[in-house]
């Protein structure tokens, strides 16, 4: 019975973890349903974008409030985090502030953990006003309404209830060690918790121990309920944003891929060389790939971790013209519908032994409509944007080669502009002969 809560603990521990690690598994599967990519290049550059945008969030302060606010959450969350390791190591060992004999640095840590607390509780309580009262326009968008605003509040409360049962263990702690209690040794600096301190002066020995005990296992079982509600989660951005930075685009942003299907083709048509009925290399004789994009199993797999790191934070579509101008296009819907299809694909797939059987859906107008994406102007505002580098025009323009190419669904403007560049070398129709017209004017 000396070692049931050991047992106890070491039995969440696995289960937390174990769970955690089965929806890392269908994550990195659905991830790879994208097509390859070559993104093995420029491996410095990489890295110092990780470092810069990821854990520097120099994209993040562009909007100093919310920035600033949010690197608070950042740090605090992460380093306040630091603790857990003590905690897990008392559960598994039956210690109690394992770390202590550390003396002096010990109590400047736990000092810091308790500063970054309170930070982190007054940011927390700045966000959800933000979202709830000033209801600030870029949350209470169309695509906001439902399970994404939910889940933004509810991360709001976890990060809210986990500092305060951090800050009521110290407390009860704290007020423990002034009573001597057996176990609970002289350890840690606690300049946030001690005013908690009155509110739990007529609790005896025991009922402190209770107090104690309580918010200890609340906040590190919450802690694991957390780290797995982040798959269901945007808050799933805080482990893949850096990744996710590291196979950022790092072409100039004007610059679009072109297909290499398309390419040879122009090149053959282009080589005076070439001979026009000779049968077609062995290699180019296979059916031809689909050209662009109309379900997710059609991205790349870049732009589907694209839309796994999607904070769903509105600061790409607040800069997007197509928006702001009352269009239906939104850049952040385009890589929200483009997770939860990406997700309906992988349920599929769970539910047929990893095969995925078609469901008679895509992503283009079951989630997506042409009309969202003919309002695009290209202009990369929201790549711009993006404080963890995701790529929404490239989704957008995979589509819209879809559209063209495999459907001939461009617009009727487009369709006018690409005919008269074929027979009049400009987009206007107008004969090139009738070009100096101008001249007699
Ligand atoms: S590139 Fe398209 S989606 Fe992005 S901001 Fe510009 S118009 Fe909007
Ligand atoms: S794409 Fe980037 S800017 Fe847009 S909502 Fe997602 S994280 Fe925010």
Same mark, same amino acid.
């Given at each position: 019975?000396?070692?049931l ?35 093995s290049?420029n491996?410095? *550059? ?20 919310a ?6 959450v ?14 897990i190591?008392d559960?598994?060992?039956g ?34 006003? /933000? ?5 600030? *326009? ?12 939910t ?25 423990l ?45 919450g ?57 077609p ?28 790191t ?28 483009? /997770? ?40 990369n ?19 819209? /080669?879809?559209?063209?190419?495999? *459907?001939s ?26 070009r ?6």
């Amino acid at each position: 019975m000396e070692y049931l809560p050991n047992i106890i603990f070491a039995v969440a521990l696995i289960a937390g973890i174990g769970f955690f690690t089965r929806n890392v598994k269908k994550l990195t599967r659905n991830i790879k349903l994208g097509k390859d990519v070559d993104v093995s290049d420029n491996k410095s *550059q990489r890295w110092k974008n990780m470092a810069r945008i990821a854990l520097g969030q120099t994209k993040m302060v562009v909007r100093p409030v919310a920035g600033i606010m949010h690197v608070i959450v950042y740090v605090g969350f992460i380093i306040i985090n630091i603790e857990v390791l003590e905690i897990i190591l008392d559960g598994l060992l039956g210690t109690h502030r394992l770390f202590s004999p550390l003396g002096s640095v010990y109590d400047f840590l736990i000092g810091s953990f308790e500063v970054l607390a309170l930070l982190v509780i007054v940011a927390v309580i700045v966000f959800w006003i /933000r979202r709830n009262i000033i209801r600030i *326009q870029r949350f209470i968008k169309p695509e906001m309404k439902g399970w994404p605003k939910t889940d933004g509040n509810m991360i709001l409360y976890i990060e809210f209830v986990l500092m305060i049962l951090f800050l009521t263990m110290n407390a009860a702690d704290f007020q423990l060690q002034q009573l001597g209690a057996e176990h609970y040794h002289e350890a840690g600096a606690f300049p946030i918790s001690q005013f908690m301190v009155p509110l739990l002066d007529n609790l005896s020995e025991s009922s402190l121990i209770l107090v104690e005990r309580t918010a200890w296992w609340l906040h590190i079982l919450g802690i694991l309920a957390f780290l797995n509600y982040l798959y269901y989660s945007k808050h799933l951005h805080i482990l893949l944003a850096f990744p996710n930075t590291y196979y950022g685009k790092l072409k100039p942003q004007g610059q679009f891929n072109n297909l290499e299907s398309v390419t040879k083709e122009v090149k053959l048509m282009m080589d005076p060389d070439a001979d026009p009925y000779a049968a077609p290399a062995e290699e180019d004789a296979a059916e031809p790939e689909k050209f662009g994009a109309s379900d997710v199993m059609d991205l790349n797999w870049v732009q589907l971790l694209n839309a796994y790191t999607c904070t769903e934070c509105g600061r790409c579509t607040s800069e997007c013209p197509a928006n702001q101008t009352g269009k239906k296009l939104s850049p952040r819907k385009i890589m929200m519908d483009t /997770r939860d299809r990406l997700e309906e694909v992988g349920k599929i797939m769970d539910a047929n032994n990893g095969e995925f059987v078609s469901d008679g859906k895509q992503l283009l107008n079951d989630y997506i409509t042409p009309e969202e994406l003919w309002a695009c102007t290209t202009c990369n505002a929201c790549v711009q944007a993006c404080p963890v580098s995701i790529d929404p025009l490239s989704i957008i323009v995979e589509m819209r /080669r879809y559209l063209v190419m495999e *459907q001939s669904a461009a617009p009727t403007e487009l369709n006018n502009m690409m005919s008269n560049i074929e027979n009049n070398g400009a987009p206007w129709p107008y004969n090139q002969m009738d070009r100096l017209n101008w001249v007699n004017e």
